[in-house]
């Protein structure tokens, strides 16, 4: 299947610091999703991009849609413990169906 | 957005046994599909779930082992047939409201084979 590679695999921060991860593929997508995942729950849609270049900003989230369309980037500002989970990004092809998911990205945040 | 309800969200089950998940939307969608998700790993999908017709399987995914039912616009059900051990996994329903709608996910079932 598709192959999104996430970017990086774990990361481990102090509480109060910026965090960015990113998301390439090899193909082109015309919706990119960011979801976290936190134990024992289903991945909970935090921003969704629609158009290449577009910029979204869901409180202290800010995504970004690549101008080539086959990556993505995440950043969180100003980390606190409860974003600690795994963000996975997704991205959707024009007349597709099916979501292609990243490899996900683990972050601990540290108090 | 649509709250997707699972059930059950655990169980444990014995080899060669078969189990059915329900999936119940909270709005009438245009699509839904079933994923599997490893410990620790990223979700893989298993099937469309098309209303009125037959399940959409992806490679790896055959109708005898996953049948799927969608008799209307906000339910679905997976059923995990004849398992095994490799068979334990978190199996998550999902839905879109349409095409360009964003994709939104139940909490899953934990399913552990014995």
């Known amino acids: 299947g598709q192959q999104l590679n996430q970017s990086p695999q774990s990361m481990f921060i102090q509480e109060g610091e910026d965090v960015s991860m990113n998301c390439t593929s090899s193909s082109i997508f015309n919706t990119w999703l960011w979801y976290k995942q936190e134990p024992g729950e289903g991945p909970v849609l935090l921003i969704a991009?629609?158009?290449?270049?577009e910029l979204t900003s869901n409180g202290r989230l800010t995504a970004q849609f690549g101008i080539t369309r086959k990556d993505s980037f995440l950043n969180i500002s100003a980390s606190i413990p409860s974003d600690v989970g795994i963000y996975f990004c997704a991205g959707l092809k024009t007349g597709a169906n099916n979501l292609f998911f990243g490899t996900g990205t683990r972050l601990t945040v540290i108090p | 957005s649509a709250v997707i309800s699972q059930k059950p969200s655990r169980d444990i089950c014995q080899r060669g046994t078969s189990l059915t998940i329900q999936c119940q939307v909270d709005s009438q969608v245009t699509m839904m599909f079933w994923y599997r998700q490893q410990p620790g790993q990223s979700l893989t999908l298993i099937a469309t779930a098309n209303q009125g017709s037959e399940a959409t399987y992806e490679s790896g995914f055959v109708i005898d082992k996953f049948p799927i039912s969608r008799p209307n616009l906000t339910f679905s059900t997976l059923t995990v047939s004849n398992m095994s051990p490799e068979d334990s996994s978190i199996y998550l329903c999902?839905?879109?409201?349409?095409?360009?709608?964003?994709?939104?996910f139940g909490d899953g079932t934990r399913l552990s084979i014995l």
């Open positions: 991009l629609y158009k290449a270049g």
């Open positions: 999902s839905s879109r409201g349409g095409p360009d709608q964003p994709q939104h």
